[in-house]
C-alpha cells in the first residue's frame, strides 16, 4: 500500500523593513538599468507580483485612468487588479520616458543589451536582487534564500503584523487558496 506522507512547507525568507528600504535607495536612478531594476522591484516588494508577471506585464496591463495594474496571472491564470500608488507610478513613468530602449515591443520590461526585446521566459531576474543586496552591504545568513520571491513574503509578513485579515493578504498575492498564504 502507498504511505501517505505529509508535507511541511517550510518557514519562508523574509526581509526587514529597514533592509528593504536599504536596497531600494542603493539603486543608481540616474542610469537606464537602474531605472527599470526599480521599477520592478518596487512592484515587487509593494504590491508582491510575481517575477513571471512581472515579465510578462505589457504596456496594456497599464490604465493610467483608472490608476490600475490589471492583469492575468501566469501560475493561476486569475485576472488580478493591483493598484499603481504613486511610487511605483512615478517609477514606471521614469523607466518609459527616460531608460526603456526603442522597440516595438509590448512588454514593459525590457533587457538593456541588445536585442532590445522582453527577458526571456526562462530569464532569471534573480541577479537583480543580487546586485542591490550586495551594494547596499546587506548580509545574507547561510542557508536563507533572498531572491525576489521572499519580497513577496515580506510584504505578507508586513501586512500580517499590521493586523490585515489573512484572506485580503491572500488576495494581495494572487494566492488561489488562503492555506497557501
Known amino acids: 500500500p502507498k504511505q501517505s506522507k505529509y508535507y511541511y512547507p517550510s518557514v519562508p525568507s523574509t526581509w526587514k523593513a529597514e533592509d528593504v528600504r536599504r ?17 520592478i522591484l518596487l512592484l515587487v516588494s509593494r504590491l508582491g507580483i510575481r517575477a513571471g508577471d512581472i ?3 505589457k504596456l ?7 490608476k490600475s495594474i490589471i492583469i492575468t496571472q501566469e501560475k493561476t491564470k486569475n ?24 522597440t516595438s515591443s509590448p512588454y514593459i520590461f525590457i533587457r538593456m543589451n541588445a ?3 522582453a527577458f526571456g521566459k526562462d530569464a532569471n531576474m534573480h541577479n537583480i536582487i543580487t546586485k542591490y543586496t550586495r551594494l547596499a552591504g546587506i548580509s545574507i545568513p547561510k542557508g536563507k534564500r533572498y531572491g525576489l520571491h521572499s519580497l513577496r513574503h515580506s510584504l505578507a509578513s508586513g501586512l500580517l503584523e499590521k493586523g490585515t485579515p489573512l484572506p485580503i ?9 488562503v492555506k497557501s498564504t
Open 23 to 39: 536596497m531600494l535607495e542603493c539603486i543608481d536612478r540616474g542610469n537606464p538599468t537602474g531605472k527599470r531594476d526599480y521599477a
Open 115 to 117: 536585442p532590445y526585446e
Open 60 to 66: 496594456s496591463d497599464l490604465n493610467w485612468n483608472t
Open 79 to 102: 485576472t488580478i487588479s493591483y493598484p499603481i500608488l504613486n511610487d511605483i507610478g512615478w517609477a514606471i513613468i521614469d523607466y518609459l520616458k527616460n531608460a526603456r530602449p526603442v
Open 55 to 57: 515579465k510578462s506585464l
Open 169 to 177: 493578504i491572500s488576495e494581495i498575492l494572487g494566492h488561489l487558496n
